[in-house]
């Protein structure tokens, strides 16, 4: 079970966990926003159909006291407003209800005088009464009633009604306006549907995109400096380090280019250093270059220690002559010693090449690492400012918003203008019916002007919620943002444990130096003791050129003096840098001399 939730949950790629964490607060979103909007659109829609018709009413009553200021009477058979015979003139409601596609009542008390609304045989339907509850909010109370639910030759209707007052302010009747619901039911579906479409639109739109995104501005260039770091684990210097993109993983990789630089640089030193080649100058890159002082300390005591070496064997090769027989298990010993000391030698150069790589690497990696934190802070630093601007732009939109509540509300009153302006023609008779063209084609433009107005004010609508997704987008991304330089922080912590390891290692690589150097005083000792065989070294002499011969192949750097003067001076007498002792007044051939 243990190892089956490590296959599952054990390894989540930065590919998959910034597509999680960019899809699912998108997805969110959209889901808020489509549960919103489906539960608001409804209200938003009927409040705006039961505002409509409060200004018909208010159209309607207007219109009258225009035609005629006296007051609403019915004489059994017709309703009239002044003289005016409402009756007898119906098709002037007509015009109105058919320009708004409503139905007008007029009520003088409690029971309807004037309709528009006709029955399945074409008779309008007047005589009836309101119901209880309306007219005592209405006539009893002077109130206003709204409803969304009015049943008309058996279909829904939105409902209002509005008082009519006489001269002194007493409720006489009522004006009642209603629309049929089938079409607002139909702009409200069509609403739900558009809001959904988009939803899922812009939540595919915005996934895929930044997603594609991520693949090539941070996966990509992941997986290649993951590429170049593999191959350097090998040992394959030669890496291909372009910088490609102008970015912080562009950075990265520059800086992984120069790491490889100096790896390579290192490595052909110790390569050199390894054919036999002493005479290299090598300066650590930094004071933290533990791998490069670590080189140039063993060149130098190499240098120092093959050069004594070099000029014992001389002096050996001098002497061996007189030593003669006595010498032959001295000599063998010594011939082991060096051969000990050779593959010593080859042994300290592999420890050191390996952890002069590794504290290499931790040092470098844990600079970029450092690096890499200063670029997230600055991201993070970045994405509040953009939040702030985009909170300022969301402002900019209600201000625009209520300039088109402004437009909205000259073009209603144009509207009236011009319906007055209608009945003003109607009253003037033949006379006004070119002043009646001219009040159609102002109210032609202000019904252009209201619809345009409304279009505008829900496309702004429409932009101040985006803005607001994309503000949530970006805190999102903020705190994503803060996720990652924590992440940043304890990858600092583990590169810097393992650079504090590579230095342990190479003071490990100093310390089997210092052993190598404790060899070298051992195979002084032998030579000093070789000087003391002077009768009987023919089997010396030859082994001594071997280790001549051995030691040549080596170049060293010139020291400026004479063999002689440099393994004296250096070799005998500088207690400060050697540990060698003057063997001559402890080891004494006399009396042993028959055991060589």
Known sequence: MEKQKKNIFGRLSIYKLQSLTVSFPIFCVCLILTIYFDMTIGDIMESRAIQNLRSIVSTTGYSLNKIDSGSFSYDGTDLYKGDFNISQNVDFLDQIASQNDVEITIF????????????????????????????????????????????????????????????????????????????????????????????????????????????????????????????????????????????????????????VKNIGAQARVAETVAEGDLTQTIIPNSDKDVMGKAIAKMVRDNNKNLTVIRDAAARMASGANEVASASNSLAQGTTEQASAIEEITASIEEIANGAKINADDANAANELVQNTKEGAIRGNEQMQNMIKAMKDINESSENISKIMKVIDDIAFQTNILALNASVEAARAGIHGKGFAVVADEVRNLASKSAEAAKDSAEMIEDSIRKVEVGSKLAVETAAALEEILESVENIATLVSNIAKASDNQANSVGQVNAGITQIADVVQTNSATSQQCAAASAELSALAGQLQHAVGKYKLLAVGKSQSSGFDNDFMHDNRESDYQDNETIISLDGDFGKY
Do not use: C, H, W
């Open 108 to 259: 003088l008390g409690d029971t309807r005088r004037v309709t528009t609304i006709k029955n399945s045989s074409g008779q309008r339907i007047v005589g009836t009464t309101a119901e209880t509850k309306i007219v005592n909010q209405v006539i009893n109370n002077g109130l206003e009633y709204s409803t969304t639910d009015v049943k008309i030759n058996d279909e829904d209707y939105y409902g209002y009604y509005g008082p009519i007052k006489d001269s002194t302010g007493s409720v006489v009747g009522m004006i009642f306006a209603g629309k049929e619901r089938t079409s607002t039911t139909r702009t409200i579906r069509n609403y739900r549907m558009f809001t959904i479409g988009t939803s899922i639109f812009f939540f595919i739109l915005f996934s895929i995109t930044t997603m594609k995104v991520a693949k090539n501005k941070i996966i990509q260039p992941i997986l290649r400096i993951s590429n170049i770091a593999k191959g350097m684990a090998v040992g394959d210097i030669q890496q291909d380090t372009t910088k490609k993109d102008d970015n912080e993983l562009g950075d990265l990789l520059d800086d992984f280019g120069i790491m």
